[in-house]
C-alpha cells in the first residue's frame, strides 16, 4: 500500500483512536500540518486538541502514531502502537535524526496496552529534542520483550505544536 493511501487509512483509525486521549466528542477540525495532523475535538467548556504523525507501517509491528495533545492547557506525549500488554508500565527508548538509543524510559501504559504516555519530565526533554530533528525513532517493548520499533517524520512540528496552544509550541528556553 502507498503511504498516502495508508495516511488516509490510518487517519481514520488514529481519529476513532483519539477517543482514547479525551472524552467522546466528534471532530470539529482535522489539517494536515506537514507530516502532523491537527485534530481539534474541543467544545464550549473544554478545549481538546491533538497533533499525530504516523508511523510507516511494518508487517511486524504494524502501524505507530505519535500524538501529543492538550486539554485545558495540559499537554501530553502518547506513542500509540500494536499490543504491548496489560502491565501498568512499558520500556521505551528514541533516538533523533540517527543517533544511538538512548538508555530504556518507563512509561506509562494505557489501559488498552495499545499506547504508552511519555512522564511529564521525557515529554519536556524529547518535545525540546523533537524541534530541532527530522525524525524519530522509537523502539517500544512489549509484554513479551519484544521489541516493536517505528520512524516518526517530523516535518511541520513546529507549526502544528503551536496550534495545540498549551504551551507546547515554545522551543528550548
Given at each position: 500500500m502507498s503511504r498516502s493511501g495508508f495516511v488516509t487509512l490510518?487517519?481514520?483509525?488514529?481519529?476513532?483512536?483519539?477517543?482514547?486521549?479525551?472524552?467522546?466528542?466528534?471532530?470539529?477540525?482535522?489539517?494536515?500540518?506537514?507530516?502532523?495532523y491537527f485534530f481539534d475535538r474541543s467544545d464550549a467548556a473544554t478545549r481538546r486538541a491533538s497533533i499525530t504523525t504516523l508511523a510507516e507501517e511494518s508487517h511486524v509491528t504494524g502501524a505507530g502514531?505519535?500524538?501529543?495533545?492538550?486539554?485545558?492547557?495540559?499537554?501530553?506525549?502518547?506513542?500509540?502502537?500494536t499490543y504491548l500488554g496489560r502491565s501498568m508500565r512499558a520500556s521505551v527508548r528514541w533516538a533523533f535524526d540517527?543517533?544511538?538509543?538512548?538508555?530504556?524510559?518507563?512509561?506509562?501504559?494505557?489501559r488498552t496496552?495499545?499506547?504508552?504516555?511519555?512522564?511529564?519530565?521525557?515529554?519536556?526533554?524529547?518535545?525540546?529534542?523533537a524541534l530541532g530533528s527530522k525524525e524519530v525513532v522509537l523502539d517500544l517493548s512489549d509484554y513479551e520483550y519484544r521489541r516493536h520499533t517505528y520512524t516518526f517524520t517530523?516535518?511541520?512540528?513546529?507549526?502544528?505544536?503551536?496550534m495545540l496552544q498549551c504551551g507546547v509550541g515554545a522551543g528550548p528556553s
Open positions: 490510518f487517519a481514520a483509525a488514529v481519529l476513532t483512536a483519539s477517543a482514547v486521549l479525551a472524552t467522546a466528542s466528534p471532530a470539529a477540525a482535522q489539517v494536515p500540518i506537514g507530516d502532523f502514531g505519535l500524538t501529543w495533545s492538550c486539554e485545558d492547557g495540559e499537554r501530553r506525549l502518547i506513542v500509540s502502537s540517527g543517533e544511538e538509543p538512548g538508555d530504556s524510559e518507563s512509561w506509562i501504559l494505557r496496552g495499545m499506547a504508552v504516555i511519555a512522564p511529564a519530565e521525557v515529554e519536556t526533554q524529547f518535545t525540546r529534542r517530523l516535518a511541520g512540528l513546529a507549526e502544528a505544536l503551536a
